[in-house]
């Protein structure tokens, strides 16, 4: 989700232009699809994680860094532009709002995924023999 949420900092930051249509059309679709938990989504190759042990404090620092700068751009950036810098398959490019929007739902996405997951290992850790 980090990798996600920084390279659409870079997005918000990038090139943009006038919009030539409503600031929030591909809100409603980009919740719709991000919140149906019954659909399984394929993150592209080149923002999967490296499969390597990550250290929970410095991923918890890094996702509060990108906050921060998230509300910088809320606060500073004119967000009804179009961003260039990134074409998402399946939407095209986003206004800053739009991008916005896109980061929000999608770390929902992942908070709920992340809590299946939590509970799956509740409810089996007395079942799973560990130290094998």
């Known amino acids: 989700m980090n990798l996600s949420n920084a390279g659409f900092l870079e997005v918000l930051h990038g090139p943009d232009k006038e919009t030539d249509r409503p600031v929030d059309q591909k ?12 659909t399984k989504m394929q993150s592209p190759d080149f923002i999967l994680p490296k499969a ?13 860094d990108i906050k921060a700068r998230f509300a910088v751009v809320i606060n500073t950036l004119d967000l009804n532009r179009t961003c260039m810098a990134f074409e998402l398959p399946g939407y095209g490019y986003f206004t800053r709002w739009e991008a916005i929007y896109f980061v929000i739902y999608h770390s929902q996405r992942h908070s709920h995924q992340l809590r299946n997951i939590s509970q799956k290992l509740k409810n089996t850790a007395g079942t799973i023999d560990l130290r094998q």
């Not at 042990?53 to 410095?58: A, F, L, P, R, W």
């Open 52 to 64: 390597v042990i990550y250290n929970k404090t410095v991923l918890l620092s890094a996702m509060e």
């Open 27 to 38: 809100v409603e679709p980009i919740k719709a699809d991000f919140l149906d938990f019954t």
